[in-house]
């Protein structure tokens, strides 16, 4: 524990339960709450041999306290741990997991524990889903992306040369427990990425929960209570969202809003770095709501408010802002039709009617989009 933390008193978890019938979980949010991981894993999951999935650089932080966690409740674990970074959602990486795994002898009783950020969240959760047609797992983010976003709900998955998220499956945890102390030694940049997704939530659905982080995001930074009042509130909106649609058929789409121009921006710069999925959101939803505006959906103050924000936060929300530039109209589209899928010259884009008003829009003309892109490119 260091010793910033052991100083503050402390509190019961906040508790956010995922209604999904029988695959249902709750979702424990609270300072320091991965000292008690030992205790929780021996009450909910009894008997149960665990297996840690990792990577290396939440390894180095973090690991000793989750694993003296499960040596002081007496649970049996192994610890399997990848490269960090996006190239260990690769077949490569899952055969490594999943024969570390069989090495390790797992039975259908134990566990996967994914300790990490989203790659290892969607790694070990696919890996969990498959190996012996399917075992249970437990998320412990300790990125404030996957906290807020990707351990709930249960999409797990990897890249392959085709794309991003093309092979996975739905596999849902058993319960997902998040530290956000633990986000303490996350890189200010990763932390902003993360909280792009926060201030989607609010975007999308709930204004005044949007309202509530423009006057809180710096304590939010900061830490505690403000972090986990911000985390928890994400998650209820997910948790919502997720239980009334958790196979995306439906309204889960809206979860996507500023994904389509996101993925766009993200799949032209490359995955090396240049662009974070967070970063490319924060520039996507910008996007969104000016796109919204054009179509005469949201008025242009709204999107005003949208850019004050994400830049007070210190998001990119231009084109313009990403490091190396090179971006061009006719690439993105592409890219954008071959994630949407365009019908008759129209695409489905999550558009807004005012902060907190996002809808699913499926006739919005692609020629349109390009002359909002070139617009935005000049
Ligand atoms: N399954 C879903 O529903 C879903 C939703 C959104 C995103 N995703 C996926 O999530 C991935 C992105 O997740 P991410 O942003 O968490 O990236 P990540 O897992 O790569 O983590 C980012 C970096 O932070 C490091 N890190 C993690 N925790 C840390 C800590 N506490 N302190 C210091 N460093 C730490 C990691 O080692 C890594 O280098 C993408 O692959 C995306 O497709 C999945
Ligand atoms: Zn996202």
């Not at 797992?106 to 790659?119: M, P, Y």
């Not at 690439?331 to 999550?350: E, H, N, P, Y």
Request: hydrophobic share 45%; charged share 20%; net charge negative.
């Amino acid at each position: 524990m260091s010793a910033a933390s052991s100083d503050l008193p402390r509190r019961p978890p906040t508790s956010v339960h995922v209604e999904l019938g029988s695959r249902s979980y709750d979702i424990l949010i609270g300072r320091d709450l991965i000292d008690t991981v030992g205790h929780e894993l021996a009450q909910r999951l009894p008997k149960a041999r665990m297996a840690i999935v990792t990577d290396e650089t939440v390894a180095e932080h973090h690991l000793n306290r989750l694993t003296a966690s499960l040596d002081f409740a007496d649970i049996e674990y192994v610890t399997i741990v990848v490269p960090p970074g996006e190239g260990s959602k690769s077949f490569a990486a899952l055969e490594t997991v999943i024969e570390a795994l069989l090495e390790a002898r797992i039975e259908r009783n134990d566990v996967v524990l994914a300790f990490g950020g989203g790659v290892v969240g969607d790694l070990a959760g696919f890996a969990a889903g498959t190996v012996l047609r399917g075992i249970r797992f437990v998320q412990l983010p300790t990125t404030l992306l996957a906290q807020v976003d990707s351990s709930i709900g249960g999409k797990t998955g990897i890249n392959t040369t085709h794309g991003k998220n093309l092979v996975g499956v739905f596999h849902q945890p058993s319960f997902v427990l998040s530290d956000s102390g633990i986000l303490d030694s996350l890189p200010e940049r990763e932390f902003n990425a993360g909280y792009a997704e926060v201030a989607k939530c609010g975007l999308i659905g709930a204004p005044d929960f949007f309202t509530w982080l423009e006057s809180n995001w710096r304590a939010v930074a900061a830490g505690w209570p403000e972090r986990e009042q911000a985390i928890a509130s994400a998650c209820r909106a997910k948790a919502a969202i997720v239980a009334a649609d958790e196979r995306e058929s439906g309204v889960r789409a809206l979860l996507n809003f500023g994904h389509t121009f996101g993925h766009a921006l993200e799949a032209s710069a490359g995955y090396n770095g240049r662009l974070l999925h967070g970063e490319g959101v924060s520039i996507g939803m910008v996007l969104a709501f000016g796109l919204s505006a054009k179509l005469g959906h949201c008025k242009p103050e709204d999107v005003k408010r949208v850019v004050a924000h994400l830049k007070d936060v210190g998001l990119p929300t231009r084109i313009s802002e990403i490091p190396g530039g090179g971006f061009d109209v006719d690439a993105l589209m592409g890219l954008m039709a071959q994630d949407k899928k365009v019908s008759r010259g129209k695409l489905t884009f999550i558009l807004v009617k005012g902060i907190g008003r996002a809808f699913i829009a499926k006739d919005v003309p692609v020629e349109t989009v390009k002359e909002f892109l070139s617009e935005q490119m000049r």
